[in-house]
């Protein structure tokens, strides 16, 4: 039903409130019919679903109907809360931004899996997006702080993005066509007077949740159990862990240097290749290899390209990210996307072995390759941020303890990025629960040593509590790890963690559990 009205929403992983369902490709050329009305009508369909599903008991089904059970259930809150009447559609513009561009990714990508030479899908593809933009100009009634910053660089972007790159791809592949220039017109013209009004809209100061709030998203859009004392305390002591460590290494390389400073004076060696794409596909292959051989982890084969942001995405992501594929064929490649400008090179240098980790083996790509790959249908098509991403920070562990990094000053880089993201989580959580402010915020992450904070808290402070899933994700997959690692070995405790798909973490130590009593 979602795939039939949301068809971009669920291809791409950029909206991560809508399940991945990769028969949407089929109806593409529909866009997003992101209408009031059409969203209220498919919040009321799911969440009759939703309350028939709440009616059958987990406990007395077998183990994996009762793990698409919980799935289901829990994929259907996250759609719930963040697709309500205050939801995402009715005030931020980046929604019908993003949805406009990746709604063009399977065309500008020439997928094998659609027809993206059909004149007529195309036709229907543009006026559709036109409809969007519309349907965006009247609905966003208001915006907050952070958010108008933001829009004013994606408006920019995403013109750009229309007049250059989709303008380029139209007269390539139909140059002599008379259809395309002034749907494409129109198209920019209803972009015009969407940005035009958002820009004239008033601003609400207050973008904070409060702590109520915020609570509730945590638990009906990810599922975290833990209160937001106990979440704090998390948070804590994984900064007193990083930095306790980042303090002892920095004795045993120079006692008389911080580790900042020892990090600042770290420089590449000549070989390193000094263009950014070159420098990230040659560590992919070599990442790609290790895990491969690696006896921790359960081979697999998949494509990656590593390529620029798409213009249209580089005002909506980080320097670095990953998008997935549709369905786990071969030759069908996920994109890791780099945005070598916004990089500050020495920086770029020393983070770039943990970042590609993070992004493709054995982190996001890998993880998402073993999600399509999976029997189940139900969980073939979730994403959990918070196993996600806690999957992604625990591979960059991985590749400590499994020593393909060993030189003390990269040490120090891994727990230098694990710092950054404890104090991401605290920002996170007090930006939105009224204790901090936005100058406090870069304030606060100043203290890792890392790069443009300012831009950064922006980002987050319009996705509350997103940056909380990458330290409490690794916490709960290190903890299940020092329980049942020993009893079951490495390489098991990995394969029933991977190979239920993105299950919530009681469940999955439910099944450590059984496992570790079984043998």
Same mark, same amino acid.
């Given at each position: 039903?979602?795939?039939?009205?949301?068809?971009?929403?669920?291809?791409?992983?950029?909206?991560?409130?809508?399940?991945?369902?990769?028969?949407?490709?089929?109806?593409?050329?529909?866009?997003?019919?992101?209408?009031?009305?059409?969203?209220?009508?498919?919040?009321?369909?799911?969440?009759?679903?939703?309350?028939?599903?709440?009616?059958?008991?987990?406990?007395?089904?077998?183990?994996?109907?009762?793990?698409?059970?919980?799935?289901?259930?829990?994929?259907?809150?996250?759609?719930?809360?963040?697709?309500?009447?205050?939801?995402?559609?009715?005030?931020?513009?980046?929604?019908?931004?993003?949805?406009?561009?990746?709604?063009?990714?399977?065309?500008?990508?020439?997928?094998?899996?659609?027809?993206?030479?059909?004149?007529?899908?195309?036709?229907?593809?543009?006026?559709?997006?036109?409809?969007?933009?519309?349907?965006?100009?009247?609905?966003?009634?208001?915006?907050?702080?952070?958010?108008?910053?933001?829009?004013?660089?994606?408006?920019?972007?995403?013109?750009?993005?229309?007049?250059?790159?989709?303008?380029?791809?139209?007269?390539?592949?139909?140059?002599?066509?008379?259809?395309?220039?002034?749907?494409?017109?129109?198209?920019?013209?209803?972009?015009?007077?969407?940005?035009?009004?958002?820009?004239?809209?008033?601003?609400?100061?207050?973008?904070?949740?409060?702590?109520?709030?915020?609570?509730?998203?945590?638990?009906?859009? !990810?599922?975290? =159990?833990?209160? /937001? %004392?106990?979440?704090?305390? +998390?948070?804590?002591?994984? &900064? #007193?862990? $990083?930095? *306790?460590?980042?303090?002892?290494?920095?004795?045993?390389?120079?006692?008389?240097?911080?580790?900042?400073?020892?990090?600042?004076?770290?420089?590449?060696?000549?070989?390193?290749?000094?263009?950014?794409?070159?420098?990230?596909?040659?560590?992919?292959?070599?990442?790609?290899?290790?895990?491969?051989?690696?006896?921790?982890?359960?081979?697999?084969?998949?494509?990656?390209?590593?390529?620029?942001?798409?213009?249209?995405?580089?005002?909506?992501?980080?320097?670095?990210?990953?998008?997935?594929? !549709?369905?786990? =064929?071969?030759? /069908? %490649?996920?994109?890791?996307? +780099?945005?070598?400008?916004? &990089? #500050?090179? $020495?920086? *770029?240098?020393?983070?770039?072995?943990?970042?590609?980790?993070?992004?493709?083996?054995?982190?996001?790509?890998?993880?998402?390759?073993?999600?399509?790959?999976?029997?189940?249908?139900?969980?073939?098509?979730?994403?959990?941020?918070?196993?996600?991403?806690?999957?992604?920070?625990?591979?960059?562990?991985?590749?400590?303890?499994?020593?393909?990094?060993?030189?003390?000053?990269?040490?120090?880089?891994?727990?230098?990025?694990?710092?950054?993201?404890?104090?991401?989580?605290?920002?996170?959580?007090?930006?939105?629960?009224?204790? /901090?402010?936005?100058?406090?915020?870069?304030?606060?992450?100043? &203290?890792?040593?890392?790069?443009?904070?300012?831009?950064?808290?922006?980002?987050?402070?319009?996705?509350?509590?997103?940056?909380?899933?990458?330290?409490?994700?690794?916490?709960?997959?290190?903890?299940?790890?020092?329980?049942?690692?020993?009893?079951?070995?490495?390489?098991?405790?990995?394969?029933?963690?991977?190979?239920?798909?993105?299950?919530?973490?009681?469940?999955?130590?439910?099944?450590?559990?059984?496992?570790?009593?079984?043998?």
């Amino acid at each position: 039903m979602l795939a039939r009205d949301f068809p971009t929403l669920c291809l791409q992983d950029e909206f991560f409130f809508f399940p991945r369902v990769s028969e949407a490709r089929h109806t593409f050329y529909r866009a997003a019919q992101v209408e009031e009305q059409v969203i209220q009508g498919a919040w009321d369909e799911v969440a009759g679903l939703l309350a028939s599903l709440n009616l059958i008991p987990w406990q007395g089904l077998d183990p994996e109907a009762a793990a698409d059970l919980i799935i289901l259930r829990q994929s259907m809150r996250g759609f719930l809360q963040e697709m309500g009447a205050a939801g995402v559609w009715s005030r931020d513009p980046l929604f019908y931004l993003k949805s406009a561009s990746l709604s063009l990714f399977p065309v500008l990508s020439r997928s094998p899996l659609i027809g993206w030479r059909e004149e007529e899908c195309l036709a229907e593809l543009l006026v559709n997006l036109a409809r969007l933009l519309g349907w965006g100009r009247r609905q966003v009634k208001k915006l907050t702080p952070p958010l108008k910053v933001l829009a004013q660089e994606a408006f920019a972007d995403t013109a750009r993005f229309f007049t250059v790159e989709v303008s380029r791809f139209f007269r390539r592949y139909f140059p002599n066509s008379l259809w395309w220039p002034p749907l494409l017109a129109d198209l920019l013209k209803k972009l015009a007077a969407f940005r035009d009004q958002v820009m004239r809209r008033p601003v609400t100061p207050e973008f904070r949740l409060g702590a109520d709030a915020f609570r509730s998203r945590l638990q009906e859009m !990810w599922g975290v =159990q833990e209160d /937001l %004392p106990t979440i704090a305390g +998390i948070l804590a002591q994984e &900064q #007193e862990e $990083a930095t *306790r460590s980042l303090e002892t290494l920095a004795g045993s390389i120079s006692p008389s240097s911080s580790w900042h400073e020892i990090l600042a004076a770290y420089r590449p060696p000549p070989e390193v290749p000094a263009e950014p794409l070159k420098l990230y596909r040659r560590e992919v292959r070599r990442l790609k290899r290790f895990w491969q051989r690696s006896p921790v982890l359960p081979p697999l084969a998949g494509t990656l390209r590593v390529a620029p942001t798409p213009l249209y995405l580089r005002a909506l992501r980080a320097t670095a990210s990953y998008t997935a594929p !549709w369905l786990y =064929q071969q030759g /069908l %490649p996920g994109f890791f996307y +780099i945005s070598p400008a916004a &990089q #500050e090179p $020495a920086h *770029r240098w020393r983070q770039h072995r943990f970042l590609c980790a993070h992004e493709t083996y054995p982190g996001h790509h890998y993880l998402d390759l073993r999600r399509l790959s999976l029997p189940s249908l139900v969980r073939r098509q979730y994403e959990s941020p918070l196993y996600y991403e806690g999957w992604a920070c625990y591979a960059e562990t991985l590749l400590t303890e499994q020593k393909y990094i060993v030189a003390p000053q990269e040490l120090l880089i891994g727990w230098q990025r694990r710092l950054w993201r404890a104090l991401r989580g605290q920002v996170d959580l007090k930006l939105h629960t009224g204790r /901090l402010d936005l100058e406090g915020a870069v304030t606060i992450l100043g &203290q890792a040593g890392y790069p443009f904070p300012a831009r950064q808290v922006l980002r987050w402070a319009v996705n509350p509590g997103y940056q909380l899933c990458y330290p409490l994700g690794l916490r709960h997959l290190l903890r299940l790890r020092e329980l049942f690692a020993s009893a079951l070995n490495l390489r098991a405790c990995h394969e029933i963690l991977l190979s239920g798909g993105q299950l919530p973490f009681w469940l999955l130590e439910k099944r450590l559990r059984q496992a570790a009593a079984a043998e």
